[in-house]
């Protein structure tokens, strides 16, 4: 069959027109996002690419079954060819994650991006970090080492003193009375199906909603200059964050040989370890925890929670009612309010 | 003039039935996927296991007064058993805080839980920490006694 026979035949079939979809993706891009700092709601989703791989590449021979799981990460990591690089990629890979999503979110918060039309951007976006925070949660439970299995048993309880809902959510999490096999079976299901399903569902529906109502436009002095203030997203934008992706790549390569995936003791459910703490991520809120008591805790971290994903409502609102724009000061004291906790618990005991 | 009724009450009719046809329709749609939500939900929601059995723990005249031992159940929770002047203690070793293990320490004389470091006495009653705050002691178990053997009630 000729090319020109070839390309009848898939239009035939396909009855799509190829330059209307181009059209379609190919945004005018503002020239501000030339700057790779501006690129960093594309970082995540590169990562989140690398995180199905790899995770698929995991999925090879991890065993989610409490006798066997520790055991197979073990393989995994000394037996496997290449088992201690993949794994080492998905580790840092998802660490990566969060501090990009974490600085995209901050990027457009400190910019105002988030305000009319584009609520529901920001809504989307905030769920998507808190879905990968639950990515980085869930994924250090399957290790099954003695850290993971008691920050896993920790955060289960936690859930019990949300009221009324707490405890039917706890037995849902925890697949039972108590954290056990059941548990990490549902962890893994969460891990590798739930979470991804929900995550590519909202990025779809974020992306569209970045597409349908263009990027925010921040003018720049040097940028005002130029006659031409948009740039084409295929290929300009696209090889920058192809670019960004092929650095990315080799960073995380550089950290899973350099500070290598490592491996505790295997979990024990009859002994607590000494000193206990969850991933980087949750300190302040293991912190918080431990400063204001756990039902004042669970309350108060679930209400910021909600302001947070609903926050150009709440801003609004504040607005409203001191007419006066608070959303620099607020955010500020916040992300001060968080650092300080996590830097206080990273040097605790 | 009965041309001109037909005229004007068919389309009423019409839209009538049509209004009935998609009321009856997104009712059966939505009974049918709220049934079937509820199923998937109830298959999600865990069966809740809150049986107990009667298990031998030891002979009476194993424990003296002041003595006391560790006894481990089926399911894997630790229960520190005890011969107090007030008779029979048995404590279980998880933490009403958020679960985590308590162990003893025997130089303070107290059980410890090292998650938040909770602080328990003897008999279990909260010293300080989270459970002191939530007033929270150790669980106490049922001891029975029969003739000189003892028994403990646990989760199956």
Sequence with gaps: MSTRGLMGFLRSRFPVDPEKITSSLNEPVPNHMKRWWWCLGGTPAYLFCVQAITGILLTFYYVPEPSAAYESVAHITFEVPFGWWVRGIHKWAANFMIVAVVLHALRVYFTGAYRKPREFTWVTGAIILLITMVFGFTGYSLVYEQLSYWGAT???????????????????????????????????????????????????????????????????????????????????????????????????????????????????????????????????????????????????????????????????????????????????????????????????? | MSDENEATTEPAATGRRSFLGTGFMLTGIIASHTAALTFAARYIYPESRKTTQRVFVAFKEAIPQGASFAYRTPRGETINIAHTSAGYVALSDVCPHLKCRVHWDRVVGQFICPCHDGRFAADGSPISGPPKEMNAPLRRFEIVEDGNQLYLEVSA
Aim: glycine share 8%.
């Design chain 1, 154 to 349: 920790v955060a289960a309880e936690l859930t019990t003193a949300a009221p009324l809902i707490g405890e039917p959510l706890a037995q849902i999490i925890r697949g039972g009375d108590e954290v056990g096999a059941g548990t990490l079976t549902r962890f893994f299901v969460f891990h590798i199906g739930v979470l991804p399903t929900a995550l590519v569902l909202l990025l779809v529906v974020h992306l569209g909603l970045v597409r349908a109502h263009g990027v925010t436009e921040l003018k720049f002095k040097v940028d005002a200059k130029k006659k031409v203030q948009h740039f084409s997203f295929f290929p300009d934008h696209l090889l920058t964050e192809i670019g960004i992706g092929l650095v990315l790549i080799t960073v995380l390569s550089c950290f899973a040989v350099i500070f290598p995936a490592g491996l505790g003791e295997a979990a024990d459910p009859l002994t607590t370890p000494e000193h206990i703490k969850p991933e980087w991520y949750f300190f302040f809120t293991f912190r918080w925890l431990k400063l204001a008591g756990l039902g004042t805790a669970v309350l108060s971290l679930g209400f910021a929670g909600f302001v947070f994903v609903f926050w150009p409502f709440f801003d609004r609102l504040i607005e409203r009612l001191t007419r006066r724009n608070l959303a620099v000061p607020i955010g500020v004291l916040a992300v001060l309010a968080v650092l300080a906790l996590t830097i206080w618990e990273a040097l605790a005991h």
